[in-house]
């Protein structure tokens, strides 16, 4: 089942501009992390923040957690068209030892 | 490293055959992971393994499924009978004990059943 759910499911934006997508969730969590697929491939790893964290940077990525609230959310700065992709966000839950549960993604597509 | 490697990327097979799976993960993780991905319900967790040993397999949808580890390099996961209802992206993923960082994921083979 997934553990996630994202918000919205679908972004489009102009290149140059911020791209936000948002995640919540429903159990307490280790920590949440966000990946990204672009199309017909693979999920690649993009950052992770522990539950005991607020706010992460990394590059043009910055996340938030508001364990409170059981929602995240992944900000891209000055987005590029090679940023177009699908975001899933995944919580690994307190005590389920190791198993990611991802949420339903947001399809991001950045226009030239 | 070569990353997390699948093969095949593309099966296509008939009602009733039997189709296997196979992923090498990364040298010296001691996680491994199957994924299931469709359109409707997104991806799911079928099976995992730790030092070679299944240790939650309750994402398995049925007894047609079954996925073995005999060794830290590799790893299968067989359908016996394959439905259409099988169709879907089948993803492995590894990752190693008290790493930071999160699961590294194979290319995916994508199993079409006729």
């Known amino acids: 089942s997934q553990q996630g759910e994202e918000d919205p499911q679908a972004l489009s934006i102009q290149e140059g501009e911020n791209a936000t997508m948002n995640c919540s969730y429903k159990?307490?969590?280790?920590?949440l992390q966000w990946y990204r697929q672009n199309s017909g491939r693979g999920l690649v790893h993009l950052i992770l923040i522990r539950s005991n964290e607020r706010e992460k940077h990394s590059g043009r990525l910055r996340v938030t957690l508001d364990t409170s609230k059981k929602s995240s959310s992944l900000l891209i700065t000055a987005s590029r068209a090679a940023d177009t992709a699908s975001y899933f966000c995944?919580?690994?839950?307190?005590?389920?030892?190791?198993?990611?549960?991802f949420g339903s993604g947001t399809q991001l597509t950045v226009l030239p | 490293d070569a990353g997390v490697i699948q093969s095949p990327r593309h099966e296509v097979t008939e009602m009733g055959q039997e189709v296997t799976l196979r992923c090498k993960p990364i040298s010296g993780h001691d996680y491994l992971f199957w994924y299931r991905q469709t359109m409707m319900r997104g991806l799911e967790l079928l099976i995992y393994f730790n030092n070679n040993v299944p240790i939650d397999d309750s994402g398995m949808p049925e007894d047609r499924f079954s996925a073995k580890m005999p060794n830290a390099s590799f790893s299968t996961l067989k359908i016996q009978p394959s439905e259409p209802r099988d169709s879907a992206v089948y993803f492995c993923?590894?990752?190693?004990?008290?790493?930071?960082?999160?699961?590294?994921f194979g290319s995916g083979t994508r199993l079409t059943v006729v």
């Open positions: 995944a919580t690994d839950r307190s005590g389920s030892a190791r198993q990611l549960t």
């Open positions: 993923a590894s990752n190693r004990q008290g790493a930071t960082g999160g699961y590294t």
């Open positions: 159990t307490s969590i280790n920590n």
